[in-house]
């Protein structure tokens, strides 16, 4: 193997990166949102969407959803780096327990008049969103779904006028009667 | 309303935690004052039952608390002030985290109405230390900072132990407050190491070991947090099974060197039999060990015919690096007591003549062996000499980082757990110095050794003076090429010889040096006075700065170079000029 000279053997990983949802329940306390995004920026895991909020007010717990991607091996690192923290209840593989659900919020601005405008309306229903502000010549909508749903909505109204657009990142919860 | 002014459990923050340290059973604290820790100081002043050691530089508090954890399994305890205090410190946590030892760091903080305004020495010390703490807490009221102080020692010596900072603004510490003693309350129940391994992955283990042909036992540092116990039981294990053993860095004197079964080190400078044993086993047992990089080398060629079983407390350790066939969570010392009873209940002893046979041949090679020199001291015939002439003593040896650390590594025998303390997984220079201070404030009766460098030794020598200070009879063995060995040594490999600022040009006099700060200084140049030298400096009850005068080029082998395997090692008979150009990929033209 050739390689340039250094004390560090530089190794090319060629296994496939997947992507992977992970829920996190955690104790709601200072700091503990600093720990988890500075554990993926310090070791080099990526984060592709975030999304943090008190789930259990009494019990000061909160719950972290994260879309990852990374090869297996380093998924499975990412577990139990997560786990290992001290305020981390719990992680969950959601994309590992095949039984889970995941919603993204997106308001998507748009502006335009006449054909554009009536044909962003058209799509907007088609998609079941919403119109939650409209002027004479914009409308914001919004939409509820996957990733994959929203990103086709939002690429369908480019060029209709899209402004902007603002996403929550994807929340997840398992199917069926239990908890996590 | 309950009338609280005579109530023993009210205090001071500045109170609380000099009691929290009493009731955790702390001895001594290294530690340097501050503007924002002067309350707790104040505090310390009016009591004896902890002992403060001032040192002369945070990091040095930081190290020297490692060197007294490392040497006795209790956790170091360190109190520095805000700023600089913390920023000093992060080095020394650091070290901390990447061995896996137990220090509470106490940080005093500015008042919290002046958190973030940019306040004289103040830091944001709970985020700078975050990634380099197990975990670290701000605490903003009095009446959280037992349980928090209680939650800290707890965090910091269980599981995989670890370091931790506790940060306590100054207005706390003037602020009274009800203190508890420990109770299990105080630690978050997110929190709980696994100790006891799975039984199942045991036998799935007793199973594999029993049918090795090629069996070998590679321990770690693990082995040595876990306890006495656990190095009893791993001795207990090779002698049960016969099966051959080595060890990484850290875990040096978990099985002793004189041990039958002993292979030495492994790893880039272990030894040939070591890693070629590694290389051609079938069953591998990990203890306590996470197959760090400078132990496996290229990870695709490394064990390629072995079935894999690992034990460690750290979950996030298996298949970090290297993936695993059996994986067993949990504490080195409980999981090898469950290993072994179930081997002697369950399973045959393999008949691996063979294999010994086949290992026998690869001692053969001798890979350690250097040639002799009547005219200047080598540096590993330096350490064989030390080695002798204190073989039999209560001797504990630290080192600091480079070329001198391996041949210690490689030519120091250890026969117990927690005599060796070295800078493992960050590799500071500068730690063995500090280190040696805590070991000795920890054993004052025994002969404990820094085997340093010249480069490394100046970074913290400023501790020099506390070991003066207090009457520690430090030795500082230092092999002196002038050089920074290491660093020279790769520029010799792989940088075509171009020795860019690897040579200290201007050394002090460490004779002199030594008598500056109060200690005794000793110089060697030639062969023949060296065991007359170190026998004095033994003999010397006072800190010593010995500065043994070494080949300055010799180089340390054998190596595993970078992008190679366990069996493509460079013994020291080959390497040649030549040879060392093939060997290193990329052909760099070497001199």
């Known amino acids: 193997m050739n390689q340039p000279a250094s004390a560090y053997f530089l190794e090319e990983r060629h296994d496939p990166n997947e992507s992977h949802t992970l829920s996190v329940l955690v104790q709601n306390e200072p700091g503990v949102l600093a720990r988890v995004i500075g554990l993926f920026s310090g070791r080099g895991y990526n984060i592709e969407s975030l999304t943090v909020s008190e789930t259990e007010s009494q019990k000061h717990l909160s719950r972290i959803t994260i879309v990852t991607t990374g090869t297996p091996m380093v998924i499975e690192q990412i577990k139990h780096q997560l786990d290992r923290m001290i305020p981390v209840y719990r992680v969950v593989d959601m994309t590992l327990s095949g039984r889970s659900i995941e919603r993204e919020l997106a308001m998507v601005k748009v502006r335009g008049t006449g054909d554009h405008r009536v044909e962003a309306l058209r799509l907007a229903d088609a998609f079941r969103a919403r119109v939650i502000d409209a002027t004479t010549e914009s409308f914001v909508f919004e939409i509820t779904g996957n990733t994959a749903k929203i990103n086709q909505f939002i690429d369908l109204m480019r060029p209709l006028g899209l402004v902007e657009v603002s996403r929550t990142g994807v929340a997840a919860i398992g199917r069926g009667p239990e908890g996590m | ?591």
């Open chain 2, 1 to 591: 309303m309950k009338d609280k002014s005579h109530d023993p459990n009210q205090m001071t923050g500045a109170a609380m935690i000099v009691r929290a340290l009493i009731d955790h059973g702390v001895q001594h604290l290294f530690g340097y004052p501050g503007g924002a820790v002067l309350p707790i100081y104040d505090e310390i002043f009016q009591q004896s039952e902890v002992e403060h050691i001032l040192v002369r530089h945070e990091q040095g508090a930081g190290h020297a608390a490692e060197g007294y954890a490392r040497s006795t399994g209790k956790p170091g305890v360190v109190l520095v002030t805000s700023g600089p205090g913390a920023t000093n410190m992060v080095t020394a946590l650091t070290d901390a985290l990447m061995d896996s030892i137990p220090l509470v760091c106490i940080t005093g903080q500015v008042p919290t109405h002046l958190i973030g305004n940019d306040a004289f020495q103040e830091c944001d010390t709970v985020g700078i230390t975050r990634p380099c703490t197990k975990h670290n807490w701000l605490v903003r009221n009095v009446n959280d900072l037992a349980k928090v102080l209680h939650e800290a020692f707890y965090v910091a010596t269980s599981g995989r132990p670890g370091p931790v900072v506790v940060d306590v603004p100054k207005d706390v510490q003037f602020a009274v407050g009800t203190y508890h003693p420990p109770r299990k309350s105080d630690v978050h129940i997110s929190y709980a190491p696994r100790v006891k391994g799975d039984a199942a992955q045991i036998r799935k283990a007793v199973a594999l070991l029993a049918s090795a042909r090629r069996p070998v036992i590679y321990s770690g540092g693990g082995v040595i947090n876990s306890g006495l116990e656990a190095s009893k039981l791993l001795r207990d294990l090779v002698e049960f099974t016969g099966f051959p053993i080595t060890s990484t860095l850290m875990g040096l004197g978990a099985y002793p060197a004189s041990g039958k079964n002993w292979l030495g080190m492994l790893g880039m400078h272990g030894t040939y039999e070591a890693n070629m044993t590694m290389h051609d086993c079938d069953v591998m047992l990990c203890v306590g060990a996470r197959f760090d990089d400078r132990i496996t080398g290229r990870t695709d060629a490394f064990s390629p015919g072995s079935k894999k079983i690992h034990i460690d407390i750290d979950p996030s350790s298996i298949n970090k690096n290297i993936r695993v066939d059996v994986p067993i969570i949990g504490d080195c010392g409980n999981v090898l007591g469950d290993l072994l009873q179930a081997f002697k209940a369950e399973a045959k002893r393999p008949d691996i003549k063979a294999w010994w046979q086949q290992i026998a041949q690869w001692r053969a090679r001798n890979s350690l062996s250097y040639r002799k020199n009547n005219d200047i001291i080598l540096p590993q015939y330096a350490i064989q000499r030390l080695f002798e002439l204190t073989r039999g003593k209560d001797t504990y040896i630290t080192t600091e980082v480079g070329q001198h650390q391996m041949w210690a590594a490689q030519f120091y025998g250890f026969e117990e757990p927690h005599r060796w303390m070295t800078s493992g997984g960050l590799g500071t220079m500068g730690y063995g110095l500090p280190a040696a201070v805590g070991v000795q404030v920890a054993h004052p009766d025994s002969l404990v050794i820094d085997i340093a460098g010249d480069a490394s030794v100046q970074m913290t020598i400023q501790e020099m003076s506390t070991a003066v200070q207090y009457e520690l009879p430090i030795k500082i063995f230092i092999l002196n090429n002038q050089y920074m060995g290491m660093v020279r040594q790769w520029q010799q490999l792989l940088h075509g010889n171009r020795l860019s600022h690897s040579y200290t040009e201007a050394l002090p006099d460490f004779v002199k040096l030594a008598e500056a700060y109060g200690g005794v200084g000793l110089q060697v140049i030639k062969p023949a006075d060296l065991d007359g030298a170190i026998k004095e400096m033994i003999a010397i009850k006072r800190p010593v700065l010995f500065d043994c005068r070494v080949a300055a080029l010799e180089n340390c082998f054998p190596m595993i170079p970078s992008g190679k395997a366990h069996n493509e090692m460079l013994l020291p008979e080959e390497a040649t000029d030549e040879a060392t150009a093939t060997a290193f990929a990329g052909g760099k033209a070497l001199v």
